[in-house]
């Protein structure tokens, strides 16, 4: 599996699955079969209530733990519980993660953030990562982090590249790793004629092209899905480069557009909302 070099030097696989809105049995399956077909990243959050899961497709694949880069992200409303680290850990069935993001910037954000330094230093976290932090948001945690975080996971696909974000991340070293790198199912993305064109070229579906695309950004890319034949084809990206030529025609794609718009009312509401955890 190709991996990137983080600001750290630790190694992650430039290919992951994501499990966003997986139900517990669908993440528990797409996550073994994906660790048996080969994926070494599997990302999730609390948030997606389905970690306890995610440990059980961990543990049937047969895969060992420490081949796998195990990425999840701490709920604001977790931010001020002392034991949100050690509880997620517990859930997962797992001694460490190797990555650990705070996911949005609601709440008392900083202690949530001060709980993955210290995760770090116990060595309970072997990287940190920041999502949603764009803006205003990584430019104030840049002056109070002790230490840079190695990842930030935020939406990008060719409809929105992160342009302005990407200045910031160089200066640290920090890594991207890309939310929604399909459109989230939405197919006016997957059905642009430029991505067909130029499957049709490498014998690769328009879906594989754009992860490409990500992984040519030097974006680490976490596509979701439940589908075994869509997992498979997710994986099997890295066999194929698309030229120069090829992502300067996919940067004409980009319209600075997100899919997802988060208002400061959702911050809020973020920041209340309790997950209901899996008890088993
Ligand atoms: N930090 C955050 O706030 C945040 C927000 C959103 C997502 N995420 C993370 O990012 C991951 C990816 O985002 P996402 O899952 O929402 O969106 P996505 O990966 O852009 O799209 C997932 C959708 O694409 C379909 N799909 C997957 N592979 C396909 C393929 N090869 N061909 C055609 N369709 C395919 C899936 O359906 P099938 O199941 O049928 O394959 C699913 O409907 C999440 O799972 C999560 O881990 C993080």
Known sequence: METVKLNNNLECPVVGIGTFMLSPADAENSVREALKMGYRL??????YVNERAVGRGMKASGVKREEVFLSTKLWPSEYENPNAVDETLERLGVDYVDLLYIHQPAGNWL???????KAY???????????????????????????????????????????????????????????????????????EPLFAELGKKY???????????????????????????????????????????????????????????????QLVQFAAWKPGFETK
């Open 121 to 191: 230093r116990e060595g309970k976290a072997r990287s940190i990562g920041i999502s949603n932090f764009e803006g205003k948001y990584i430019a104030e945690l840049e002056t109070k982090w002790e230490i840079a975080p190695q990842f930030i996971q935020v939406e990008a696909h060719p409809y929105f590249t992160q342009k302005e974000l990407r200045a910031t991340l160089e200066k640290y070293g920090i890594r991207l790793m890309s939310w929604y790198p399909l459109g989230h199912g939405d197919k006016s993305l997957i059905n």
């Open 42 to 47: 599997i990302d999730t959050a609390n948030a």
């Open 111 to 117: 202690a949530g953030y001060r709980q993955l330094e």
């Open 203 to 265: 014998g690769k579906t328009p879906a594989q092209v754009i992860l490409r695309w990500h992984t040519q950004m030097g974006f680490v890319v976490i596509p979701g899905s439940k589908n075994v034949d869509h997992i498979r084809d997710n994986l099997n990206i890295l066999d194929f480069t698309l030229t120069d030529e090829e992502m300067a025609r996919i940067a004409k794609l980009d319209k600075n557009e997100r899919y997802y718009h988060r208002t400061d009312a």
